[in-house]
Every structure is written in C-alpha cells, then in structure tokens.
C-alpha cells in the first residue's frame, strides 16, 4: 500500500517541488543581483530613523484600516448575493467585481476625483468640509479596490455551506442570529482571516494612489520608500533594508494569519449548490437595496470616465496605434496566466501532501513559499532581477520574455489564493477514494476537473486581467517595440494627452470586461450543459 | 495549448529578427521615442544625413538611463545618451562613462550659460505654475505671494520626481534658511503631492487645485493640439528654476565621431525646430522657427543652483521637505 502511494505521487510532488523551485529562484535570484552588486550590505542606521519609523506606522495602519473597511463592507453585499440568486445583473456585477480589482491607478484616480474631488459630482452633497484627500481618499481607494475582491471570494465560501446544513437549520428552526453565528459564520471564518491578510498585503504595497490621494508627505507607504531609495537615489543597502523590513511585517502577518485561521473545514460539498434559504421579505428588499449600492459604487468612477472620453475627437482617434498594443497585451497575458496557472496547481500538490498526512508544520511553510511573492515587493524582484541579468543578456531584445516571467511568478499567489481552499476540500473529501481505487494520475485528474473547473476558470480570468494591468514590471523590462496596452495609457497620460489616455483606459476596461464575461459565460455554460 | 505554441514562436521569431546592430546607438527615456515624441522625427532627419543607422534603446525615464549606466558600467552599449537632465548630470559624469563633447557650445542661448564640456543641452523648460485664466482673473505673481495665499496648489513628491525636485530647489532659493516654514504654510493649502507628473497634472485638468507644478510650456500644448487657450503659466518675479535635458557621448564608444555628429544635429536649427513640438520645451538655440504660441509664453528669469551644488544638499533639502511638509 505504501509503495502504491510513493508511486502515485512521486512525479506529482517532483513536479510541485519543481514549481516552488522556480518561483523561489526569481525571488533569491533578485536578491542575490542586489546583494551582489557592489557587495551591498544592509543600512541598519535607518532602523533608528524617527522617519522610517511614521513610515512603516503609517503603511500598517492605512493597510489594516482599507483590509479591515473592505471585508466588513464586502459581507453584507456578500450575503445579498448569496441569499438572492435572482438579482437583476448579477451575473454582470459579479464581472464587475474582477475588473473593479485590477483597475489601472489612472483610471480610479481619475474616477474618484471627477467623483470626490473638489469639483466632483457628488462632492456638495458631502459637506463643505468634505476633503478627498488625505485618509478618507486612500480608505475609498482602496476599498473600491478590494472590496469587489471579497465579495467574491466571501461568496464563494458561503456557497460551500452544504445543502444539508441548511436543512439542518431549518428542522432545528433556527433563527437568523443562530443561523449566521451557527453556519455561515464558521464557514467565514478562517477565510476570512486569509483573506484579511492577503488584502492587507496589498494595500501596504500600495503607491501611486496612496500618494496622489494621500494629501502630502505625511501619507508615506514603506513602497514609496522603496522607490525612491532603488530608484531616485540608487542606494542598495537603504532598499534592501527596506524590502527586508517589508518581508518581515507582511509576510510574518500571513504566516500568522493562516495559523489562525487553521485548516477550513467546510464539509461535504457537492459541485452545484441546490438548496439556498429564503429569507423573509424584508431582507429580500434590505438586499436588494445592498446590491444596488454596491452595483452604484462600483459603476460610478467608471462612469465618471466618459465625460473625458467624448472630449476627444474619436473619428480622428488613432485606433490602429492601439489595436497592436491590445494584443500585445492580450499575448503576454495569456501566456503569463496560462503559465501561472499550471505553475499554481503545481505548486499545492506538495502543500495537499502536507495536509492529508497532517503535517501542518510543513503545509504551513509551503503554503507561505506558495504566497511569498505577493509579500516580496515587486520593485525590489524585478529591479534586483534586472541587474543581475542586465550584464550578462541582451536585454533589449529578451526583455520581452522576462515581463511575461515575471508578470508569472508575481500572479502565481492570487491563482494559489484562489485554488487552494478548492483543492483541500477535494482531498478532503475524496483523496481516501482515490486512493483505494489504486487511480493513476491521469484517472484523478478526470475526477477533480469537474470539482475544480470553475475555481480555476475563475482564478485564471483573474491572473489574466492582473497581468493585463501591468506596468510596473514592463517599465522595467519592457521595449518599445512591444508597448503594452496599459504602457500606452501612461505614456499617453505623461505628454499631456489625458484624453487618448482615458480613451485607451476605457478600451483597457473594455477588454477586460469581455475577457471576464467570456470565461464566465464560457464556464456557465459548460456547467449548465 | 498549440495556439500558445505558435504565439510563442512567433514572438522568438520577431525578436531574433530585431537584434542587428546599428551604427549609433542612444540611450533614451520612452516618451522620447513615442510615435508623437521628437524620437521618430529626429531618427529619420539624421539618417538622412549621415546615410547610417541609428537606434534608440528607450528605458523608463531620465534617472532609469543614468541606473542603467551604473549597472552596465564598462558593458554598456551606449554611443550617446539622451535625456538625463541637469539635475543628474554630477551623478552620471561620477560614472566615468562620459565622454567631453569637445563641441563649440557659442550658439546656445545666452540664459543657459552653458559652459559643460561633456554634456550638450538639447532642450530646457522653466518650472511653473500652471493655473485655468478663466477661473483665475489675478494668478499670483511671485512664489512667496502664492505661498502665503490659500489657493489651492497641487505637485510632485521630490522622492519620486523631477519637478518635484524642482519645487524643492525653487523654494530653497527664494527663502534660502526659512524654507521650513514655507513649506509648512504651502502644505495648509496643498491639496495632494502625487507621484508623478501626469497624476499632478490630470488632477488639475479635473478641477481640483488651482494651481499645478509644470512647465512654463505647457500652455503651448494646450493651444497646438487641442485648441485651448485658457491654461496659463504665472510668471513669478524671483524668477524661475530650470530644467535643462542633456545629452553626451560615451567613453565606451566605438564610434565617437558619429556620436559627436549627432550631438551637433541635436543643437542644429533642423532638430531644434521638432524638438519643441514634440517633448513640448524651449529650443536652445536661438532663431528657430515655432508656432506662435511659444511667443506667447511666459520669459521668467533664471534662478536656481549649480549641479554640484544641489548634487550635495540635495538630501538634506529632502530632509528639510519631508518634516515640514508633513506637518
């Protein structure tokens, strides 16, 4: 029996161990470039520097504030969803919600301030103290950012909630509180944690948002730090002082955090949730009200694009200048997602090993290893990266090949976010099965497409819009000769040309909502069929 | 999955086709080389001449060219940078990779003062604040008087950028020891300090400040390409800080007399008349022919700082910025 297993799983866990190896290597690789060059040690006087101490506060705090704002926001349009299949749109909104997260910067800051600024539309119904900019800017930004994000994966956890708990609910006669504090609360909970830590992360590598709504100097992230010190003063040991404080605060959150959270459990499950509760009519109508909300809010910066658009002549508008772009764009995404996607499979077999042997030790460093690269800020991989490779490859010409790479490695964790509590409940539920029917890898791959097909269609229609969004890699390692759609909307937007730029912004958007529409009409439609 | 395997070859297939080698090549920054940038223009005019080929390698920025050339070193693959600007140029000659121009430098406009011999400016803009004349009948006529108002003003974060920098020399120059205080009085009506020069500047295009951190040319833009008239630049009576784009010759070189000959067609009246239509700043020559609005552009005075000078305060002025504005 036991040398039955070894062989079932030797190839896999070569391959997961492979995968990690690669994803670890750019990591290491980037620091080694920086470390190596010029022998650069670490700037420990800036540890006792009162600045980079508001610094480091301030990026906690503005991230556990929008983390901490987004989620609490996100339950409730979460459970309107949930408990009311049949909202009007709410295939489109849940669209939405993608493209809400990858929201190039310019196109959010331009929306929120045609909508929040001093001249915007809603603004002299806020007060004449009402000011943008400063926290209450960052807080919306960020939460229009994320909370989209968490309504959906909050979503999807509850409807895992087994058909057979809610009838269990029901004969006991449970009230509301019971229900939420009984069922969908435990359902909640360790993802919810998860999910706190993986939105807190982001929002304490946020830069450009934080800077341009965060009213001056006093709204400083640890990533604006970064940039200036890699870039504006190209002085090593200060970024690598830096990058390493970054990796011990948000990667030490996360290692925490999932300890917390523990192991889902979720129960038995099947593929296709049949039975939903209804709630009174009342909460029908206060849902309803909820998703309209939301729906509004995430529809209005969008909106609020248009007036800038029409101002540009769109007849004389170069369209051909953009069509090659787009599908640069599109080209590298797709190979980067694809990549990323079978490199994040990849990866969690050794972590679903850990799990099903009850390792949790273990599991807990894979899962971190797994993750690592949304905690390594992307500045520092793709800089250290660059000069390590710079001398030594013709960059000019491969530059190309190393922003699909990176733009892989650096999805790799949302695509791991995303599967991962799929896959557990999987082995949970049927890795003894697959086992005693002796199956080879081939039969068990047949057995879990069904159960996974929809978190991976999902989560590769997510990697493939963030790495449609990039630009911070292509500044790096990109070319001329292959400007990249969103690359445009920069350049466009640094010669004075606002309005191409929101032009192209707008087709950016559009794309993107068409990809996400097509792979969940796709999905949809292979699993009604 | 074979659709992936095609779309792979075909992008190896293009890039080994893209890698021959010119005759000249030039380090830039991307909006230099962008389709509506001076780039193309200035390629096909001096190719025409010198019957050679020339080819740009365009990094991010003008401080990416000067990061770049401190990682490549001795390997670097540069005849001729382009686009590093005054405020760099003590940072890029350390390197060691510069060549002297050995150029006559005679013809540049008097208020440059030029006197550098390895870098030979091709283009200079004056900072300035940008304000909406149809909103703003009285704009303020001297830094300290905007300072001490409460109009609303928006800029660039000297950490992240090159106007930013700017304002900070421009401020140290007109109050000198009390700059502290000044910038405590600019933050109590400063709306946002952004990252860069577009976020500033989209800002104020959408209504929210008064005035924006630019260029003294910017109104020219708006009245080329779009027809608008009411973006004005307010001409300040201390006088204005400059930033003056450069480029040079590599030690490294292979083929330093192309490169010198290049640098003489930078400052020739034919590329001076596209260089300020395209990268939208002055010409450095005088006589060049240009739409009339850059007639109608604000002439300040020129104040300022020595690159060395700023080269060695320049962080302790970041300093001085990052607690008092943060008040």
């Known amino acids: 029996m036991a040398q039955q297993r070894r062989a079932v799983n030797a190839p896999m866990l070569f391959a997961g161990l492979l995968a990690l190896a690669l994803s670890l290597s750019v990591t290491v690789l980037a620091f080694y470039g920086l470390i190596g060059f010029e022998s650069a040690g670490l700037d420990t006087s800036l540890l006792s520097d009162g600045y980079f101490h508001a610094v480091v506060w301030f990026s906690i705090k503005q991230a556990a504030l929008s983390a901490g704002l987004a989620l609490l926001l996100a339950w409730p349009v979460a459970r309107a969803l949930y408990y009311s299949p049949r909202l009007w749109g709410r295939q489109g909104f849940l669209s939405l919600c993608v493209l809400s997260f990858v929201m190039p910067t310019l196109i959010l800051i331009t929306g929120l301030v045609a909508l929040l600024g001093r001249q915007g539309m809603i603004s002299p119904w806020l007060g004449p103290d009402w000011n943008l900019y400063g926290l209450p800017g960052i807080l919306i930004a960020h939460v229009y950012l994320n909370l989209p994000f968490a309504v959906r994966v909050q979503l999807l956890q509850m409807q895992h909630i087994p058909d057979s708990s809610w009838k269990l609910a029901a004969q006991l006669k449970l009230g509301h509180w019971q229900r939420l504090r009984l069922i969908e609360w435990p359902a909640l909970r360790a993802g919810m944690l998860q999910l706190f830590g993986f939105v807190f992360v982001l929002c304490f590598n946020s830069f450009a948002v934080v800077l341009a709504l965060g009213g001056g100097p006093r709204a400083t992230t640890l990533e604006v730090a970064i940039y200036q010190a890699l870039k504006y003063d190209f002085n090593i040991p200060e970024a690598l002082t830096l990058a390493w404080t970054q990796l011990l605060i948000a990667g030490g959150l996360f290692v925490l955090l999932n300890r917390m959270g523990g192991n889902q459990w979720l129960g038995v499950d099947s593929t296709r949730q049949r039975w939903t509760p209804r709630p009174g009519a009342v909460m029908q109508q206060v849902h309803r009200i909820v998703y309209g909300m939301a729906a509004l809010t995430l529809l209005l910066p969008l909106l609020a694009l248009l007036p800038g658009v029409l101002q540009v002549d769109l007849a004389r508008f170069d369209w051909f200048a953009i069509a090659r772009p787009a599908l640069i764009t599109l080209i590298i995404a797709t190979l980067a997602g694809s990549g990323a996607l079978v490199l994040a499979y990849a990866m969690l077999l050794p972590l679903r090993f850990a799990h099903i042997r009850g390792r949790s030790a273990l599991a807990l460093l894979l899962d971190w290893l797994s993750t690592h690269a949304l905690v390594a800020p992307a500045m520092v991989v793709s800089v250290g990266l660059y000069i390590l490779l710079l001398p030594r490859l013709d960059l000019d010409h491969w530059g190309i090949l190393f922003v699909i790479l990176l733009n892989l490695v650096l999805i790799v964790p949302y695509a791991v976010q995303q599967l991962r509590p799929r896959l557990l409940q999987f082995d949970h539920q049927y890795d003894r099965l697959v086992r005693s029917l002796k199956l080879g890898l081939r039969a068990r791959l047949r057995i879990e497409w069904p159960y996974m097909r929809r978190a991976c269609v999902t989560s590769f229609a997510l990697i493939l819009l963030l790495a449609m969004g990039d630009v911070a890699i292509f500044s790096i390692f990109g070319s001329s000769d292959w400007t990249t759609l969103p690359w445009l909307i920069y350049s466009y937007a640094s010669t004075y040309r606002m309005g191409e730029s929101s032009v192209a912004s707008l087709l950016l958007l559009l794309i993107c909502a068409l990809v996400v529409w097509l792979f969940e009409h796709v999905e949809k439609g292979a699993r009604d069929a | ?327």
């Not at chain 2, 952004?194 to 040319?217: C, I, M, P, Q």
């Not at chain 2, 067609?265 to 006589?287: C, E, H, K, R, Y």
């Open chain 2, 1 to 327: 999955m074979k659709t992936v395997l095609a779309l792979c070859s075909t992008l190896a297939l293009v890039i080994s086709h893209a890698s021959q080698a010119a005759d000249l090549r030039v380090y830039t920054y991307d909006s230099f080389v962008s389709e509506w940038g001076p780039g193309p223009q200035l390629e096909q005019a001096f190719e025409a001449r010198c019957g050679c080929d020339l080819e740009y390698v365009a990094v991010e920025d003008g401080v990416s060219i000067l990061n770049r050339l401190r990682i490549e070193g001795d390997n670097n693959k540069a005849d001729v940078i382009l686009g590093i600007d005054d405020g760099l140029s003590v940072d890029t000659r350390a390197t060691g990779l510069i060549e002297p121009h050995g150029l006559e430098t005679g013809p540049l406009r008097q208020e440059l003062d030029w006197q550098d011999d390895s870098f030979v400016p091709f283009d200079f803009g004056y900072f300035a604040f940008i304000y909406d004349s149809s909103k703003i009948q009285q704009p303020a006529t001297s830094l300290r008087q905007l300072i001490d108002s409460d109009a609303s003003v928006i800029y660039q974060d000297p950490r992240t950028s090159t106007p930013g920098q700017g304002l900070m020399m421009w401020v140290k120059a007109v109050y000198g020891d009390d700059a502290p205080a000044a910038w405590k009085q600019l933050s109590s009506h400063t709306v946002t300090v952004t990252k860069g020069w577009w976020e500033a500047y989209s800002l104020f295009l959408s209504g929210d400040a008064d005035y924006v951190l630019s260029y003294n040319t910017s109104p020219a833009y708006h009245v080329v390409a779009e027809d608008k008239t009411q973006y004005r630049a307010a001409l300040f009576s201390e006088g204005h800080v400059a930033q003056i784009e450069l480029a040079a010759i590599t030690r490294t070189s292979q083929n330093k007399a192309l490169g010198r000959d290049f640098l003489q067609f930078l400052v020739s009246p034919q590329a001076q008349a596209i260089i300020p239509v395209t990268n939208w700043m002055l010409p450095v020559i005088d006589g060049v022919a240009l739409p009339p609005v850059f007639d109608d552009l604000i002439q300040p005075a020129r104040i300022g700082f020595s690159a060395e000078e700023a080269g060695t305060s320049r962080q302790q002025w970041l300093r001085e910025w990052r607690s008092s504005a943060a008040q």
